[in-house]
């Protein structure tokens, strides 16, 4: 890859990459793969069997799954050699995640301890902190926690009333305050936690012991799914810390928590992956084996087009995952080069990419969402039955938009992140937004196509899709200015059209890649075609909206205008599309794409 081939987060909307600039699953090293097969294993050997045992709220059998996967070096993935890991690469870490993803709580529990309960101390603590606490949290002789959420402070984490003051002899801070929904907080033996210093303004936060008095655990929450994980409320009553275990600086602590939240958003992205090729795997063995009027149903159009959705859906995020990991890698290793700390410069790199964090997060759980639910519609009466997988993973799906920050905080932060990344100078929206808002009449007069082949047609409407969207901006910013941040339905509109072109266009390269590495991409032409005609339609309704929105606004025609232009796509035989995807899948009888 070429040194600045490497776009900047939300660089996407005015510069496009290239296909032998992205990474894709089809590039897995035979290490990558073997990892990732450990990783499958252990969930049929281990989790699996034991899986309504943890439901039952059993802590300790959840403790020993997780000791298990450490044995097997499943905890040290994104832990470097000289902490006991193994120093994965970010695609790795990804891939394990990805991987790690299809076991339902488990996968929870598993996760916030080897992202938000581990890396907070890898990435921020100081060399002392790091050797105590790390090779133990690496080995599975730790399980970790993060503290964040309390009562009266969710999403406005910063507005938290635990706090810490000083004692007397300068030796401890004195913690007093609840968290609550702490994933592991049951067993866990090591919390992060967030609490405000004297009369600061801003979060502080801090590595405490569980067995440190005045820690209190409560029981476990009874939850609609995950329920195996260990979900409960944390009090501190004049808890003793030492002021060594302060975790970076004095009032740093609001932005470790908001990069560990751009960490967990990103690793969800990839975790949910996981759970939705096991739903898929569920659907498509069942329809296979289930027969009404005397047929398998997998042999019906309904059907065939409830597995392609599934299928087509996937398929987009995990382009996406991908191509931001790789981005996530390459400017990983540029901060190491220029940073003395490697492990901050490790967090410095996720957090760049933000906006993309956000945006997969949103699209990764909405898309579990969408294959869990036609999961269990095409088991029918089976699928609400708890004997089958599927009622559990539709249950379990849920939580992924609201944990890591909710789907309307999170579409909240794509729009508003990019713009303000575009005004610190990272690329230049506005002034092309402008631009392009002044060439309108030549948007409405231009439609030169020739010369188009297959990929060059799609990068044309990827291109217009863009277009639309930096219109879209140009208007809100001008009209609304500095109130647009109150506007959310507006924001959400760019965000909804964010998130369809950056899927899109990731898919898009991907298959474009793999004309290269592929005789046949007939298949993956249907996955792109039908996406792209989808898209379309969804990015038109979103730039309607916004538009209309918009009150007194003279061309405003002349705005609909040039939506509709630059959303229109070639007609598509979806129907013919969805059932070449659907027989592929129904003749693997799993997940090969």
């Known amino acids: 890859?070429?040194?600045?081939?490497?776009?900047?987060?939300?660089?996407?909307?005015?510069?496009?990459?290239?296909?032998?600039?992205?990474?894709?699953?089809?590039?897995?090293?035979?290490?990558?793969?073997?990892?990732?097969?450990?990783?499958?294993?252990?969930?049929?050997?281990?989790?699996?069997?034991?899986?309504?045992?943890?439901?039952?709220?059993n802590r300790e059998m959840m403790k020993v799954l997780l000791k298990k996967s450490a044995d097997l070096g499943l905890m040290g993935i994104s832990v470097p050699e000289e902490y006991g890991g193994f120093g994965q690469s970010f695609v790795t870490q990804m891939l394990a995640a990805e991987t790690t993803g299809a076991g339902y709580s488990f996968s929870v529990a598993y996760m916030a301890h080897c992202g938000i309960g581990t890396l907070p101390v890898l990435y921020y603590g100081n060399d002392e902190q790091r050797q105590r606490y790390v090779p133990r949290l690496a080995a599975g002789e730790l399980i970790g926690a993060y503290c964040l959420t309390e009562p009266g402070a969710g999403s406005d984490a910063n507005s938290g009333k635990t706090g810490a003051r000083l004692s007397e002899d300068g030796k401890f801070y004195i913690i007093n305050g609840q968290k609550m929904w702490i994933t592991n907080a049951g067993f866990a033996d090591t919390l992060i936690v967030f609490a405000k210093i004297d009369s600061d303004r801003v979060l502080s936060a801090f590595i405490i012991e569980t067995a440190t008095p005045g820690v209190l655990v409560g029981p476990d929450e009874h939850k609609m799914g995950i329920k195996g994980s260990s979900t409960a409320q944390i009090y501190f009553n004049d808890v003793k810390v030492p002021v060594e275990n302060l975790l970076g600086k004095r009032g740093e602590g609001f932005r470790i928590a908001l990069n560990i939240l751009h960490m967990g958003r990103i690793k969800l992205g990839a975790n949910v992956i996981g759970a939705a090729k096991k739903a898929i795997n569920d659907s498509v063995k069942y329809a296979n084996e289930r027969k009404q009027f005397n047929v398998l149903i997998s042999s019906f159009g309904a059907i065939k087009h409830k597995l392609a959705q599934q299928v087509i859906r996937l398929f987009a995020v995990e382009s996406a995952v991908y191509r931001v990991s790789k981005d996530i890698e390459e400017m990983e290793i540029v901060l190491k080069a220029g940073m003395e700390d490697r492990n901050r410069a490790a967090i410095e790199a996720i957090s760049h990419y933000a906006v993309e964090a956000a945006l997969l997060k949103v699209t990764g759980s909405e898309m579990l969402d969408f294959v869990a639910d036609e999961a269990v519609q095409i088991h029918g009466g089976m699928?609400?039955?708890?004997?089958?997988?599927?009622?559990?993973?539709?249950?379990?799906?849920?939580?992924?938009?609201?944990?890591?920050?909710?789907?309307?905080?999170?579409?909240?932060?794509?729009?508003?992140?990019?713009?303000?990344?575009?005004?610190?100078?990272?690329?230049?929206?506005?002034?092309?937004?402008?631009?392009?808002?002044?060439?309108?009449?030549?948007?409405?007069?231009?439609?030169?196509?020739?010369?188009?082949?297959?990929?060059?047609?799609?990068?044309?409407?990827?291109?217009?899709?863009?277009?639309?969207?930096?219109?879209?901006?140009?208007?809100?910013?001008?009209?609304?200015?500095?109130?647009?941040?109150?506007?959310?339905?507006?924001?959400?509109?760019?965000?909804?059209?964010?998130?369809?072109?950056?899927?899109?266009?990731?898919?898009?390269?991907?298959?474009?890649?793999?004309?290269?590495?592929?005789?046949?991409?007939?298949?993956?032409?249907?996955?792109?075609?039908?996406?792209?005609?989808?898209?379309?339609?969804s990015i038109r309704k979103s730039a309607k909206d916004l538009i209309c929105s918009i009150p007194d606004l003279g061309n405003g025609e002349d705005m609909l205008c040039s939506v509709e232009k630059l959303t229109r796509v070639r007609g598509v035989n979806v129907k013919d599309a969805r059932r070449r995807i659907a027989d592929k899948l129904i003749d693997d009888n799993t997940y090969k794409f």
């Open 1 to 57: 890859m070429e040194k600045n081939s490497t776009l900047k987060s939300g660089e996407f909307l005015v510069k496009d990459a290239k296909p032998e600039d992205i990474f894709i699953p089809e590039e897995f090293t035979e290490e990558q793969i073997m990892i990732a097969q450990t990783c499958k294993d252990f969930l049929e050997a281990e989790v699996y069997p034991n899986l309504q045992e943890v439901e039952k709220g």
């Open 383 to 537: 699928g609400y039955s708890s004997e089958m997988d599927v009622e559990r993973g539709y249950r379990d799906s849920r939580i992924n938009r609201i944990f890591e920050g909710t789907n309307e905080i999170n579409r909240l932060l794509v729009a508003d992140t990019a713009m303000k990344r575009a005004m610190k100078g990272d690329f230049d929206l506005f002034g092309k937004a402008e631009a392009l808002y002044k060439e309108l009449n030549d948007i409405l007069r231009d439609d030169d196509k020739a010369g188009e082949d297959y990929f060059g047609e799609k990068k044309r409407y990827l291109s217009n899709f863009k277009k639309v969207i930096l219109l879209c901006i140009h208007l809100a910013v001008k009209h609304f200015q500095r109130s647009l941040i109150n506007e959310q339905e507006v924001l959400n509109n760019i965000a909804d059209m964010m998130i369809e072109t950056y899927l899109s266009e990731s898919l898009s390269l991907r298959t474009a890649k793999l004309a290269g590495l592929k005789d046949n991409i007939s298949v993956y032409k249907d996955i792109l075609d039908v996406n792209l005609f989808d898209a379309a339609d």
